[in-house]
């Protein structure tokens, strides 16, 4: 199994200090996370993408331009760039720069957003949501592999001109992974164009995601892709990862923070029923626990769905030095082991974009010139 962490930028108070990093610091804390995240050995960093609520990661472009600065391996992704708002064409431009500045390490995930504020704030109705995302992603996957190109839609104004965005992108077109939470629409787009699913397995009990990692499956089938290919991606709940040597000691210290959080969370419709630590333990999908816990618990979505990337976050409401010591920890106690009961081939020998393009350090490519 390959490791992802993931970032939404999250800009909240301590639940029980009432106190904040400043918006620069935090900023700053996700730079310095996918860093350290990069040397010690996770597969790939993502930022997501949120125009409303107490975030901060409005503009995952710019985040994870500087992340591409300061990196050299570890692949970047976004998690989710919500399509179904943008400009494919503005998309299309940010996403190929990032390409470019990281020599070909990108690949993005899209979506229609998990926040209903953000389509009056650009304009567009939430009852066209789905429409939007289809309509989008057709146009960006065509702006990614085609010169010169015309095209008319519904959403937005015709490219009567031939139109060639730049740059393009570093290697060929870049992986496009489709994020799923609670409908089949998703699902079935990334299975129509053959591309991999990125399940949120967040607040809802395992068995919803699982229907709609199942249709994928059987719509990728239909289309005829190689079920080799379809690779899916999982996330890991709300409240982010917390490792103690035994998971008694993981509830009791943690838990006040995951229940004072949740607690404050209302969001009619999207808050989880996991409200307390020992349900969210014993039910949810939050990593919290053990190491062995951990591990187990990975593997029991594995053997339910089958998935090849593990997204993880950070409790990110806690001081940032701890962050870093529970991310060294799940890397050297949790990674090993699922990655020896979960072998993958994302990213390697028999996934086509493995060597999209040869993934070489800063200094190699230096002495190569």
């Known amino acids: 199994m390959k490791f992802q962490v993931l970032d939404i930028i999250p800009h909240l108070k301590n639940p029980f200090t009432g106190e904040i990093v400043s918006t620069a610091d935090r900023l700053a804390q996700v730079v310095e996370t996918a860093q350290r995240a990069e040397e010690l050995g996770f597969d790939s960093f993502s930022v ?110 015709a490219l009567t001109e031939p139109t060639t965005t730049t740059p393009r992108p570093y290697g060929g077109a870049p992986r496009v992974w489709h994020g799923s939470a609670t409908s089949l629409t998703s699902a079935a787009l990334a299975a129509r164009h053959g591309d991999p699913l990125f399940t949120a397995n967040a607040i809802q009990p395992r068995e919803n995601y699982k229907a709609l990692i199942d249709h994928y499956r059987q719509e990728y089938a239909r289309h005829g892709h190689d079920p080799r290919q379809a690779y899916l991606g999982s996330g890991s709940g709300a409240g982010g990862i917390f490792l103690a040597d035994t998971t008694q000691q993981a509830k009791a210290q943690y838990g006040p923070v995951y229940e004072a959080l949740t607690a404050g969370r209302d969001v009619p419709g999207n808050n989880s029923p996991y409200r307390d630590i020992d349900h969210a333990v014993a039910e ?25 990337l593990q997204s993880v976050s950070l409790p990110t409401t806690l001081p940032f030095g701890q962050q870093l010591e529970l991310l060294e920890r799940f890397a050297a106690e949790v990674i090993p082991a699922v990655r020896a009961a979960a072998p993958t081939t994302l990213w390697e020998d028999g996934d086509p974009y493995a060597d999209r393009p040869a993934v070489t350090s800063r200094s190699n490519h230096a002495l190569a010139h």
């Open 48 to 157: 997501g993408e949120r125009h409303a609520g107490e975030f901060i990661s409005s503009s995952p472009t710019t985040v994870l331009a500087a992340i591409a600065a300061v990196t050299s391996r570890i692949r970047l992704q976004s998690g989710v760039t919500v399509l179904s708002v943008l400009d494919p064409v503005r998309v299309a431009e940010d996403y190929a720069t990032i390409d470019q500045l990281s020599r070909g390490r990108l690949e993005l995930v899209i979506g229609k957003g998990n926040e209903v504020l953000q389509y009056p704030l650009f304009g567009h109705s939430l009852d066209d949501q789905w429409e939007l995302l289809e309509e989008k992603y057709g146009l960006l996957r065509r702006l990614w592999r085609e010169e010169g190109l015309t095209w008319e839609g519904r959403f937005r104004p």
């Open 284 to 308: 949810g999908p939050a990593l919290v626990g053990s190491p062995e816990q951990v591990v187990d618990k990975i593997l029991s979505y594995h053997q339910l769905y089958g998935h090849d």
